[in-house]
């Protein structure tokens, strides 16, 4: 089904609530989903008890930014009843979630695909009962050798990577921007590609 030329964009950021998650890798999503709302100036509001919502717009599109409340692997309901309650259609959702296949500064856009292993992806597909959205997959890196994923995500960035972050976090937002100005094609043409 093709979307209506007025239907909104819902870009939703997967993490964990709580300050103690913020600058965690798991927490890539929220963070790349903040910086698109603080370049326009856009607060988040609580909606309801699962969810925090900002609004903006992008060349007059109607954009709905979104940090889901429950634990990333609980994401899937959350962002199911915001698609419900905003009319989007499931074309028109971004889901922006951390991913260990890429390298830190790196990420890819596509649409559909298998959640490779992220728990938040998999409860957003399970429940929408399709895996036909697009997700922006931003790259932390594996960990080292000795250190489980578990123990991976849920560290804080390092010294090195946070002083790397606002560069990263430019990139996404552009490649956010560009997908809803000009389509998916034209923002993995920006983003798919590892910084030099």
Known sequence: MTPTPDAP?????????G????LTRHNAGFLAVDRLAERHGARFRRRGLATVVAEIEVDGRRVLLAKPLWFINLSGR???ALLRRHGVPVERLVV??????????????KRGGGPGGHNGVR??????????FVRLRFGIGRPPKGQSVGDYVLKK???????????VLDRCADAL????R???NRAQDALNVSPS
């Open 9 to 17: 964009w819902l870009i939703a950021g997967l993490g964990n609530p």
């Open 78 to 80: 959350p962002v199911a």
């Open 177 to 180: 921007e560009t997908l809803v």
């Open 96 to 109: 922006v979630q951390d991913d260990l296949d890429f390298a830190y500064g790196s990420g890819k856009l």
């Open 157 to 167: 960035f390092s010294d090195e990577e946070l002083a790397a972050l606002p560069g």
């Open 182 to 184: 000009l389509g998916l």
């Open 123 to 132: 409860s957003v597909g399970e429940v929408l009962g399709t895996r036909d």
């Open 19 to 22: 300050p103690w998650f913020r």
